[in-house]
């Protein structure tokens, strides 16, 4: 099955600087990958994703890249906020009907202001 | 438009009791998922339904945990008898499942604790 890792487990940042979250997935079959942000007491919040027919895709300060021949996609923050900190998990599926998306463990990004 | 809607938000049991969890997805979602998420780690999905129908529950422990859901709109996770290691926070989250749209929208969860 699928394996979904992120890469660093924690993130600290001077507010305004810029975020960089990696994530590596293992089936080359995965076509769809969305970035859920995570605050405390809350349920993942859908933020950005990228279908596999995209390179890049960008939303304000938010933007995701991606590169299937390494199969690793990257979520990109600029000008940070203190209001950024949270939990972040990306996550992978073949994208259909009956998609079933598998996450990292998540990383949390702490912005200091 | 209302979001996904769980309850309780909180729960507390002892071990060996049964416990309960609701939820009713953002109108119109044919697609149900609910997701059990340990501390510290990423949600990993229970159980998946297609309307009335179950999807995929191939990583739902089947001798303690079941759900239903009826009539194709809420749905109910039920745990019986708990272990401490169902601690956890359990997610439901839904999807319209038309073709090209796939993002999955979750609920606040509800976070049990087995003592």
């Known amino acids: 099955g699928e394996n979904v890792e992120q890469h660093p487990s924690t993130l600290s940042v001077q507010e305004g600087d810029s975020a960089v979250i990696k994530c590596t997935y293992s089936d080359s079959a995965s076509n769809y990958f969305p970035w859920y942000k995570q605050e405390l007491g809350k349920g993942p919040q859908l933020i950005i994703d990228i279908r596999s027919n995209v390179g890049e895709k960008k939303d304000q300060r938010i933007a995701v890249t991606l590169n299937k021949t390494a199969k690793h996609f990257s979520l990109h923050i600029t000008e940070t906020q203190p209001e950024d900190s949270a939990v972040y998990f990306c996550a992978a599926s073949i994208r259909g009907a009956n998609s079933k998306l598998t996450f990292g463990k998540g990383i949390t990004l702490s912005v200091r202001p | 438009e209302a979001g996904v809607a769980q309850s309780p938000r909180y729960k507390i049991i002892e071990k060996r009791q049964s416990v309960a969890f609701w939820c009713n997805p953002i109108?119109?979602?044919?697609?149900l998922y609910w997701y059990q998420q340990i501390l510290g780690q990423g949600p990993k999905l229970l159980i998946q339904f297609q309307n009335n129908g179950v999807v995929d529950d191939s990583q739902l422990p089947k001798d303690r945990f079941s759900a239903e859901r009826l009539k194709g709109v809420d749905s109910t996770l039920k745990i019986q008898p708990a272990k401490l290691e169902d601690s956890a926070v359990y997610l439901c989250?839904?999807?319209?499942?038309?073709?090209?749209?796939?993002?999955?929208?979750f609920g606040p969860g509800t976070r049990l604790t087995v003592t």
């Open positions: 109108s119109g979602h044919a697609t």
């Open positions: 989250a839904s999807s319209s499942s038309s073709w090209g749209s796939y993002e999955q929208y």
